[in-house]
């Protein structure tokens, strides 16, 4: 308030006591971040990462789903057409 004031915005007669605002205390409130992971990983393929990313233009697919095994960081690629081949991929890449 008091740079508006001094840009010439608002005049100083203008300005009272504000009020206490319990949204503005809120909305100022920094989340708590994710804990560190509590998982060890000791062996191949015993924990896994997947994501799923859409809109890609990649040729005539749209979407493609990402594998990353966590102990050995080997990385799995599936380029999918439509949003529904999704779970079909997961139980192929499961079953190899």
Not at 38 to 66: M, P, R
Request: with cysteine; net charge positive; charged share 30%.
């Amino acid at each position: 308030m008091e740079i508006l004031v001094k840009k010439g915005c608002l005049q100083r007669e203008a300005i009272r006591e504000l009020m206490f605002c319990e949204d503005c205390v809120y909305g100022k409130n920094h989340r708590v971040s994710f804990a560190p992971a509590q998982h060890v990983t000791k062996e191949k393929l015993t924990y896994v990462h997947l994501d799923w990313w859409g809109s890609a233009s990649l040729g005539n697919c749209q979407y493609f789903i990402s594998v990353v095994d966590d102990y050995s960081r080997k990385v799995w690629i599936y380029f999918l057409k439509k949003k529904d081949e999704a779970f079909e991929t997961f139980v192929e890449w499961k079953r190899w």
